[in-house]
């Protein structure tokens, strides 16, 4: 058996955008008839998280009913339009206000449907082994989200504007920087995206990409 982790650690869960690519609202699209934003939340609630804080914000009155029921909090960003650093602004900070002596928060896209409980233990036994203070995960060779941020980048977390999210704090990490291998990682972007992982699950019964 794994030895308890001394840190605790929340999760900030990314879902204010428009869906312009996609054309459609993404948190709604059903993977296996179940809410995309459902799907994703669900599969991570039994990872070393809490709490566990949902960002929304376009399309927030048709989006939001999706997450009833689970033991989540959720923050409707008004100023989502601005970009993803503001909504990942208002996500930390409800996080904070929630939960001020985290070790660190983890923060998670929306439209990752492949994501599993199990990666966030990895990024945590990841921080745990190696003590640098961003874990990402990479894909492709690309670093990228999840992430997991110690605390010490909390305030750099609550200073981010428009456009400038996770992926800025990565490029500026050096050798801050830890990486996990995510062979699951996917964004559904587009409705090809969709239909291709929607085929992926058909054809395994569930998740693709096991726990």
Not at 88 to 117: C, H, K, W, Y
């Amino acid at each position: 058996m794994a030895e308890p982790s001394p840190f605790s650690y929340g999760l900030v869960v990314l879902a204010a955008g428009a869906s312009r690519r996609m054309g459609r609202p993404k948190p709604l699209l059903p993977i296996g008839g179940v809410p995309l934003l459902r799907y994703v939340v669900a599969n991570l609630l039994e990872g070393p998280v809490a709490p566990v804080v949902v960002v929304l914000g376009a399309q927030v009155e048709v989006i939001a009913p999706v997450l009833d029921g689970l033991p989540v909090h959720r923050v409707v960003n008004a100023g989502w339009a601005e970009g993803m650093g503001s909504s990942l602004r208002a996500g930390v900070a409800a996080a904070l206000e929630l939960a001020p002596q985290l070790s660190g928060l983890m923060v998670v896209l929306g439209d990752q449907p492949g994501l599993t409980a199990a990666h966030l233990r990895r990024l945590e036994e990841a921080r745990r082994r190696t003590g640098r203070a961003v874990i990402a995960s990479q894909s492709g060779g690309v670093a990228m989200p999840p992430v997991l941020f110690a605390a010490e980048y909390f305030p750099r977390l609550l200073t981010l504007r428009g456009e400038t999210g996770a992926r800025a704090l990565l490029q500026a990490a050096g050798e801050e920087l830890v990486v996990v291998p995510a062979s699951e990682l996917v964004d559904l972007d587009t409705i090809d995206d969709y239909a291709d992982f929607t085929r992926r699950v058909a054809l395994v019964g569930g998740n693709p990409c096991g726990t």
